[in-house]
């Protein structure tokens, strides 16, 4: 039986503490009224911006929460998944005294942003099939663990975990558990957004920057417990998410038919170049991908990257992390860039 999440036994002592900044929006612009905004010593001449945001993001919150079928109260906005990240660790975790715990290889920036913010990172890798090493996991978890963050797609490998591992890992700690689900339109596999209700530690990440095409305006999206959602609203910066981000954010959202036609267009052309890149000589292996981008391993991974970029094209060498020897993570783009990138590729001794 999992003990009764306390949120009190997960914040850190000083952010329980801290009394947030708050500006008079705050207070007044859910009101609803038409009120004479005098407070924040804005410009009072219009060009559309010269008010701050809304600092609770209001209308955007209820749209998002309805498309995901989540309550308003779990869900925190952000800008980027990158700034709801590093505010998990400001937030949960105490400097020089607590760890997380992350599995590569994985998305660069977990420890990255557990350096920054002087979080030591414990990390079991993934097994060679890029699977979660549960046994190894368990083992590994200390009393001052107070995160593990995953991904799943995986980046960079495209592969979705086993949700029999991650069901292990959300009974088994007690912590919070983060599932980046930076890529979870383009996969088949269900979000794990279902089981909020179920495990209180549980945050899951989304973001705008993939299928939604908006990685311009940089908005991320946190769902977990209200308890959870409320401390990070508590720390951010006042106006995280600016006016341009929150229209833009919703004309798009309100455009669901074309993003889903050009996640499919997206997930066609993934299978047209994994059919043409079968017959490449120095192409060693494909690994099948729930997101969109690819992994494949070619015979020898530094002299191929630089190849395609001696013909101007730019992928990622991925070949010195961990169980990704030779590999070379490669993004699917539009038709036209797609073909270009085959011809190329065939071009290549
Ligand atoms: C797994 C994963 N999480 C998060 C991000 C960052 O997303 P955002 O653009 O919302 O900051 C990325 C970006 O590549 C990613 O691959």
């Not at 329980?16 to 612009?29: G, I, N, Q, V, W």
């Not at 990685?215 to 508590?234: C, Q, T, W």
Request: glycine share 4%.
């Amino acid at each position: 039986m999992k003990p009764v999440f306390d949120i009190k036994k997960w914040v850190r002592p000083s952010i329980t503490a801290l009394r947030p900044y708050a500006s008079a929006r705050d207070e007044f612009m859910s009101q609803g009224e038409e009120m004479l905004f005098l407070d924040a010593n804005e410009n009072p001449f219009q060009t559309a911006v010269n008010r701050y945001p809304d600092p609770n993001q209001s209308r955007l919150k209820e749209l998002i929460a309805k498309m995901r079928e989540t309550t308003k109260e779990q869900v925190f906005l952000g800008n980027g998944s990158d700034e709801i990240l590093d505010l998990l660790f400001r937030a949960f975790c105490e400097p020089g005294k607590e760890v997380v715990l992350t599995m590569p290889p994985t998305f660069g920036m977990y420890k990255v942003l557990a350096s920054l913010n002087q979080v030591e990172n414990i990390e079991v890798p993934l097994t060679a099939d890029f699977e979660i090493d549960i046994e190894s996991v368990l083992r590994a978890l200390t009393r001052n663990c107070k995160m593990i963050l995953l991904c799943s797609p995986n980046n960079p490998t495209g592969t979705s975990f086993k949700s029999e591992s991650i069901s292990k890992i959300l009974e088994a700690f007690d912590g919070l558990v983060v599932i980046d689900e930076a890529y979870i339109d383009f996969s088949p596999k269900p979000s794990w957004l279902s089981q909020l209700g179920n495990y209180p530690n549980l945050i899951v990440t989304q973001t705008l920057s993939k299928a939604y095409g908006q990685a311009g305006i940089r908005l991320g999206i946190a769902y977990a417990d209200p308890r959870i959602i409320e401390v990070l609203h508590k720390i951010k910066l006042p106006y995280n998410v600016n006016v341009l981000t929150q229209e833009w954010a919703i004309k798009r959202i309100a455009q669901q038919e074309i993003i889903k036609s050009e996640i499919q267009e997206i997930l066609n052309e993934k299978e047209a170049l994994y059919r043409s890149l079968k017959d490449i000589p120095w192409i060693k292996e494909l690994i099948p991908s729930d997101a969109n981008f690819m992994l494949i391993r070619v015979d020898d991974g530094d002299r191929r990257y630089k190849q395609l970029i001696a013909k101007g094209i730019v992928v990622r060498n991925r070949s010195n992390q961990l169980h990704c020897e030779n590999t070379l993570r490669i993004t699917v783009g539009t038709p036209e860039e797609n073909r270009i990138f085959n011809k190329i590729v065939r071009e290549i001794r």
